[in-house]
Nanobody, 123 residues
Framework: QVQLVESGGGLVQAGGSLRLSCAAS????????MGWCRQAPGKERDFVAA????????YYADSVKDRFTISRDNAKNTVYLQMNSLKREDTAIYLC????????????????WGQGTQVTVSS
């Protein structure tokens, strides 16, 4: 069992930056691929970014490529999402997810999910 707790969301102006964190419980954190998805009001949940257990490979949605960076610190059981050049359309609840199979993360089907953190981008 893995528990995930997100933090770092908030209100930011367009063009600004935020860094989200996701703290994971459990001693097997380093064996899980980690990812982020987001869900805007009235829309489906979308994949944002994912990272392999080692941190050696990362994957991004086209809409956030070159603006967002996912990273992890296995010693701290934490995964991060650095979000730069934020746009109004990035407004959503951001959810942390994990699974042993990274392909499930990139398709929004991870086994474990956090409660989410709200990101609001104003113009």
């Amino acid at each position: 069992q893995v528990q995930l707790v997100e933090s770092g969301g908030g209100l930011v102006q367009a063009g600004g930056s935020l860094r989200l964190s996701c703290a994971a419980s459990g001693r097997t954190f380093s064996s899980y691929a980690m990812g982020w998805c987001r869900q805007a009001p009235g829309k489906e949940r979308d994949f944002v970014a994912a990272i392999t257990w080692s941190g050696g490979s990362t994957y991004y949605a086209d809409s956030v490529k070159d603006r967002f960076t996912i990273s992890r610190d296995n010693a701290k059981n934490t995964v991060y999402l650095q979000m730069n050049s934020l746009k109004r359309e990035d407004t959503a609840i951001y959810l942390c997810t994990c699974d042993r199979i990274i392909g499930l993360l990139t398709t929004g089907r991870g086994s474990y999910w956090g409660q989410g953190t709200q990101v609001t981008v104003s113009s």
